[in-house]
């Protein structure tokens, strides 16, 4: 199932809570978009219904997240910088401008953090 609560942790939790009520011990894994507010939101309906075993990813490197990581509240996030979004972007424009074949998808670097290695990426980028 997929759907979108919007970055509020009240709804996500709601959402969160729906979903383990429909799918019961069948719902093994949450990704989220946000590592924030969505994530928090997950975490704490998850927390409420003592289910330790669903699998919960983010996108980010906030602040927030890391430390839902690092408190074994979330199990991932991930770490894509802001400098890289930029480059990439400037590079393929520069690739591009000089007649050079661009693919149609660029994908940027990213890292996975967990709580092993959560304390390498502070500060938080966001």
């Known amino acids: 199932d997929a759907q979108a609560p919007g970055f509020e942790a009240d709804k996500t939790m709601q959402l969160v809570s729906d979903w383990l009520t429909r799918f019961g011990k069948d719902l093994k894994g949450i990704c989220a978009a946000d590592d924030s507010s969505q994530a928090l939101g997950i975490a704490e309906a998850l927390k409420k219904a003592g289910r330790q075993d669903v ?69 938080a980028q966001w």
Request: aromatic residues 8%; neutral net charge.
């Open 55 to 123: 699998m919960v990813i983010a996108a980010g490197n906030s602040k927030v997240g890391m430390d839902a990581v690092k408190a074994g509240d979330i199990m991932y996030i991930t770490y894509q910088t802001s400098e890289g979004d930029g480059a990439l972007a400037i590079k393929t424009a520069a690739d591009w401008f000089n007649g050079l074949k661009v693919d149609s998808v660029r994908n940027i670097p990213k890292k996975l953090i967990d709580k092993s290695n959560v304390d390498q990426f502070y500060p």
